[in-house]
């Protein structure tokens, strides 16, 4: 079983619109967590990272939540743009590992 | 500065042949990461250099996989006689070092194995 899963695997959403994206995770202990995005053809790009410390970390029009007690993070996009068009990935260090956890992402689509 | 480069972007191959696959990380970055994304699949991690330590090579799926990095720059990833069920994205990141530090990724290598 994935130590990181993460729903909806896609979603279509309308330009303007918001929507969140779910990540639950089982890696422990918890270092860190962070969500890429990675358009078409491209490498993933980091666009958040929490800490076991931190319940909501900005990024422009993205949101990121934590519960470090449920294990559970969320990725808010406010007023969707074409451009938020792409896979977000979300991304799990255990403490004292070099090894990262991958989910296998959200593909979110943004059409006019 | 300049990004995470890796070429080639594309390579189309035969079953049976060997590959090469090339990463140049960002100047100063320590650690390298190799990791292979297949369709619908999230990133399975390959290889990990750190410095001149011994490469974690755990995620490396069989023995046709290898990888160096010379100099403490450059790495190339090889696959010797490419099966058809190694066709993916393959993907290089680096990172300052150990701990908390960002990964950044290059573009990707998409292999076909025909």
């Known amino acids: 079983k994935n130590q990181v899963e993460q729903s909806p695997q896609s979603l279509i959403i309308l330009e303007g619109k918001n929507c969140t994206l779910q990540c639950n995770y089982t890696v422990s202990p918890f270092s860190n967590l962070r969500w890429y995005k990675q358009d078409t053809g491209r490498g993933p790009v980091s666009l958040t990272i929490?800490?076991?410390?931190?319940n909501t970390k900005s990024n422009g029009r993205y949101t990121a939540t934590l519960d470090a007690d449920t294990k559970q993070s969320s990725l808010h996009i406010t007023a969707s743009q074409l451009s938020d068009s792409a896979s977000y990935i979300c991304v799990v260090r255990a403490y004292g590992n070099n090894r990262l956890a991958f989910g296998k992402g959200n593909q979110v689509v943004v059409i006019p | 500065g300049a990004g995470v480069s890796q070429s080639p972007s594309n390579k189309v191959t035969e079953k049976g042949k060997d590959v090469e696959l090339r990463c140049d990380p960002i100047s100063g970055h320590t650690a390298l990461y190799w990791y292979r994304q297949s369709l619908g699949q999230g990133l399975e991690f390959l290889i990990y250099?750190?410095?001149?330590?011994?490469?974690?090579k755990s995620g490396l799926p069989s023995d046709r996989f290898s990888a160096e990095r010379t100099g403490g720059s450059v790495s190339t990833l090889t696959i010797q006689r490419t099966q058809q069920e190694d066709s993916a994205v393959y993907l290089c990141?680096?990172?300052?070092?150990?701990?908390?530090?960002?990964?950044?990724f290059g573009p990707g290598t998409r292999l076909t194995v025909t």
């Open positions: 929490m800490t076991f410390s931190e």
């Open positions: 990141a680096s990172s300052l070092g150990q701990g908390r530090d960002e990964q950044y």
């Open positions: 250099f750190q410095g001149n330590s011994a490469p974690d």
